[in-house]
T-cell receptor, first 112, second 114 residues
Framework: ELKVEQNPLFLSMQEGKNYTIYCNYS?????LYWYRQDPGKSLESLFVLLSNGAVKQEGRLMASLDTKARLSTLHITAAVHDLSATYFC????????????FGTGTSLTVIP | DSGVTQTPKHLITATGQRVTLRCSPR?????VYWYQQSLDQGLQFLIHYYNGEERAKGNILERFSAQQFPDLHSELNLSSLELGDSALYFCASARGGGSNQPQHFGDGTRLSIL
């Protein structure tokens, strides 16, 4: 059974600090996605990582993918309150379309 | 505003009933994806359509079916509803059918089964 595990599940951090969210998956895939969900809202696509060693950055967020380790990281630099949200990773295992398996999500709270 | 429209926003119905959820993708997007989000199961991918054709299936129950019409809107049909089907159902659209396309999500339909 395919497993996508995120840790931590809950993260409370102070503004200005750095932290990393980890996403481990149990099958071979070179396609990994990160999403953000604000409370009571829909999902927002953050990053699409399509190869081993891929690194994408947007503002204070940087995502990377190590397909050999089956690991993706989402690094937060100098957190600000606006980053408070739940972050999901998802692995795509389909060869014909997109077939996603999601992690459990990491609920991030940034404290002023 | 993502440009993806889902209707209805809320739906309350009883066990055993059938409902249809509708999704209109962003203009120009050919792919539509359906997802289910619940406290029990988390986020689950249901199905992916590209330009009217089914491309991939996830954890979609046999009681559920979907289609994408020639005008590219999509419908998700849920039948013989059970209490456990109560969830938030999202659709998302993307320009193409490939892996490199970011998805744009609708606001979701909240389905409550009484």
């Amino acid at each position: 059974e395919l497993k996508v595990e995120q840790n931590p599940l809950f993260l409370s951090m102070q503004e200005g600090k750095n932290y990393t969210i980890y996403c481990n998956y149990s099958t071979t895939s070179d396609r990994l996605y990160w999403y953000r969900q604000d409370p009571g809202k829909s999902l927002e696509s953050l990053f699409v990582l399509l190869s081993n060693g891929a690194v994408k950055q947007e503002g204070r967020l940087m995502a990377s993918l190590d397909t050999k380790a089956r690991l993706s990281t989402l690094h937060i630099t100098a957190a600000v309150h606006d980053l408070s949200a739940t972050y999901f990773c998802a692995v795509d295992i389909s060869n014909t379309g997109n077939q996603f398996y999601f992690g459990t999500g990491t609920s991030l709270t940034v404290i002023p | 505003d993502s440009g993806v429209t889902q209707t209805p926003k809320h739906l309350i119905t009883a066990t055993g009933q059938r409902v249809t959820l509708r999704c209109s993708p962003r203009s120009g997007d050919l792919s539509v994806y359906w997802y289910q989000q619940s406290l029990d199961q988390g986020l689950q991918f249901l199905i992916h359509y590209y330009n009217g054709e089914e491309r991939a299936k996830g954890n979609i129950l046999e009681r559920f079916s979907a289609q994408q019409f020639p005008d590219l809107h999509s419908e998700l049909n849920l039948s013989s509803l059970e209490l456990g089907d109560s969830a938030l159902y999202f659709c998302a659209s993307a320009r193409g059918g490939g892996s490199n396309q970011p998805q744009h999500f609708g606001d979701g339909t909240r389905l409550s089964i009484l």
